[in-house]
């Protein structure tokens, strides 16, 4: 039974926003170290009203929380917020993954605001104009609120581990993969290649954990490093079976990691797809011009300044940015084939065509394995994980074979 959304939290929380007391910055983990370093001894006393969930089946010492907390100085923590926002996705916790994301909304409307206040237009600085101009592996609709107005850093959350208490095979690792990605941590993204890699073989390599699911929702992002990413998990899947959800999104560069997984499921709400590649050129030439600035460009290379935005793009250019976004959409297609099993011609021209397509599509163009939701998916592998005995187990088992024929 999914924990229960606590009113009473949330109304607190909302006043709380209201009144300016949040924390933007402070990073939170699940661990209680951690935790009773924010929160006072009455802190905890008072978890009713600091809680977005509480799990009445369980006794009032181990109550399952979901942990924001208004800790000593009475604020509401958004990086917490963004930490349960996950939890409650990954365990299917509807009410409080919205409530989390509405309080969420409200500490960042609210910082807009103040920003707008000061400054009632957002600067395109070279770096966001830079950023724009990179090859994207992601639906685009969603690059220019991002670029615009980019978001405070959100904590990073580790592996979860899911563990059936009548299971052999170990526990299920479960990774989050959400939001915009990128190759490195930076403030454009909300998760990065480079944590979920480090992620993904600590799950690998830990004896505890008998299989992986990839939760998935992310419109995609930067194509750097994904088809390493993708190639890692398809070696690590020899090692341990590696499921992919999209939970509810896998587009893009999203789902050229989640299809190399060993099997890939679509929630029966969600969507997948969007193989393709895209960029862009801003052409500030005709702004400038009207505010009286004239760029003057001094370079070394023929090709160095090819594609700035101080000019309109010409063939030459357009064509050569054309042939990258050629050979970026090459590697993901190929990429998606030898995951699925299928041929480069398929990709092509049967998943979607750079359309994102609904579960019962996606499944008849073979682009995932199944359609189910969390739970189902998590009940699945726990089933497969029980069939087969843990290597210690084996080990035993021939043991007593051995000890048998000696006897």
């Known amino acids: 039974m999914p924990v229960q959304l606590n009113p009473k939290g949330v109304a607190n929380a909302k006043q709380l926003i209201k009144d300016g007391k949040v924390d933007r910055d402070t990073p939170w983990s699940w661990d209680a170290d951690d935790q009773n370093k924010i929160l006072g001894d009455q802190d905890w006393a008072e978890y009713s009203g600091w809680f977005l969930g509480i799990d009445d089946a369980e006794n009032s010492d181990t109550k399952a929380h979901y942990k924001y907390p208004i800790g000593k100085e009475g604020k509401v923590y958004r990086s917490a917020l963004i930490g349960d926002r996950q939890r409650s996705g990954q365990q299917h916790d509807q009410e409080i993954f919205d409530a989390a994301g509405e309080l ?11 920003k707008g206040k000061k400054d009632s237009r957002a600067p395109l600085d070279a770096w966001r104009v830079e950023t724009a101009s990179r090859p994207w592996a992601m639906i685009p609709g969603f690059i220019p609120r ?9 904590p990073r959350v580790g592996p979860v581990l899911t563990r059936s208490p009548n299971s052999l095979g170990g526990a299920i690792a479960v990774i989050s993969l959400t939001g915009v990605i990128s190759q490195h941590p930076d403030w454009f993204a909300d998760t990065s290649v480079d944590e979920f890699a480090a992620d993904l073989m600590s799950a690998v390599n830990d ?14 992002g930067s194509v750097y490093g994904v088809q390493e990413v993708a190639q890692m998990m398809m070696g690590a899947r020899e090692q341990k079976p590696i499921v992919a959800l999209a939970n509810s999104l896998a587009a893009s560069a999203a789902y050229w990691i989640g299809c190399s ?3 890939f499921y679509c929630m029966p709400s969600g969507e997948v797809g969007s193989i393709g590649v ?7 030439s005709g702004m400038l011009d009207q505010a009286g600035i004239k760029t003057t460009l001094i370079s070394a290379g023929k090709y160095k300044v090819e594609g700035n935005p101080y000019e ?7 064509g050569f940015m054309q042939s990258r976004v050629d050979d ?6 190929n990429g998606v084939a030898q995951a699925r099993g299928t041929d480069p011609a398929t990709v092509k021209n049967g998943m979607g065509q750079g359309r994102v397509l609904g579960a019962q599509d996606a499944r008849n163009a073979g682009m995932i394995d ?21 290597k210690k187990a084996s080990n035993i088992a021939g043991l007593r074979h051995s000890l048998s024929l000696l006897g």
């Open 104 to 114: 969420i909304e409200m500490i960042d409307k609210d910082q807009d605001s103040d």
């Open 146 to 154: 991002r670029v615009l107005a980019p978001r405070a850093n959100s």
């Open 207 to 220: 004896p505890g954990v008998g299989a992986i699911l990839v939760s998935i929702d992310s419109p995609g």
């Open 261 to 263: 997984a060993s099997e």
């Open 278 to 284: 895209w960029q862009a050129h801003m052409d500030f």
């Open 312 to 318: 309109p793009l010409d063939d030459d250019a357009l």
């Open 328 to 333: 970026y959409y090459g590697a993901f297609v």
């Open 370 to 390: 199944g359609i189910a939701t969390m739970p189902q998916v998590i009940r699945s592998m726990q089933k497969k994980m029980s069939a087969v005995p843990s």
